[in-house]
């Protein structure tokens, strides 16, 4: 059964205040590592897609890395209007279609 | 592009009674999916539909059911409903069936009292 692991589940930094976010996963075979922000009462917003370990992406502030067991989220700098719960969501080889299996995901407050 | 909608955005039952939900992809994309939210239990998921076809189902009660259109949309029924029932149910629509990202919707928040 794929399992998703994302720590802390919640973090408080300070505005400026550099931090990662991890999500670790075990899946039979990785298709794809996805991350989403999600905002209170929200649908996710889509951030990122890695498929394979070795691969970072960048937006902004965010920068997503993935290895064979975990990936993570690092928040440079960040500012108030990046607080938002963050998910971490897997695909596998062995499900049809696009089905994802999410973590618990990360709450992140940044205060000013 | 327009995104994903839901309609409607909210809506109270009682235990017992049936709701159908209703999910419009964004335009070109034939892939879509349904997902239950809940404080407890996080994001789990319903089903997916491609092509009018359910691809993937999840582990959920045959209350659970759905349907896709041939213009894409999609709607979720959840009959005889039950107190757990209150959740977020997110939809999710992608261009193609394998290894593809998903873009969510509003989500429509059901409360059964």
């Known amino acids: 059964e794929d399992q998703v692991t994302q720590s802390p589940e919640a973090l408080r930094l300070q505005e400026g205040e550099s931090s990662s976010l991890n999500c670790s996963y075990t899946?039979?075979?990785?298709?794809?590592l996805f991350w989403y922000r999600q905002d209170p009462g929200k649908g996710p917003e889509f951030l990122f897609t890695l498929y394979s370990a070795g691969e970072e992406k960048e937006k902004e502030r965010l920068k997503a890395t993935l290895t064979k067991k975990e990936s993570f989220l690092h928040i440079t700098a960040p500012k108030p209007e990046d607080s938002a719960t963050y998910l971490c969501a897997v695909q596998a080889w062995d499900n049809a279609g696009n089905m994802l299996t999410f973590g618990g995901g990360t709450r992140l407050m940044v205060k000013p | 592009k327009a995104g994903v909608t839901q309609t409607p955005r909210y809506l109270i039952k009682t235990r017992g009674q049936q709701v159908t939900l209703s999910c419009s992809p964004i335009s070109g994309h034939r892939s879509v999916s349904w997902y239950q939210q809940t404080p407890g239990q996080g994001l789990q998921f319903l089903f997916e539909?491609?092509?009018?076809?359910?691809?993937n189902k999840g582990n959920f009660p045959g209350r659970f059911s759905g349907r896709q259109f041939s213009n894409s949309r999609s709607e979720m029924n959840v009959s005889t409903l039950e107190l757990g029932d209150s959740a977020l149910y997110l939809c999710a629509s992608s261009l193609r069936q394998e290894q593809e990202t998903q873009y969510f919707g509003p989500g429509t928040r059901l409360l059964v009292l």
């Open positions: 899946v039979s075979g990785l298709r794809g």
């Open positions: 539909y491609f092509s009018e076809t359910q691809r």
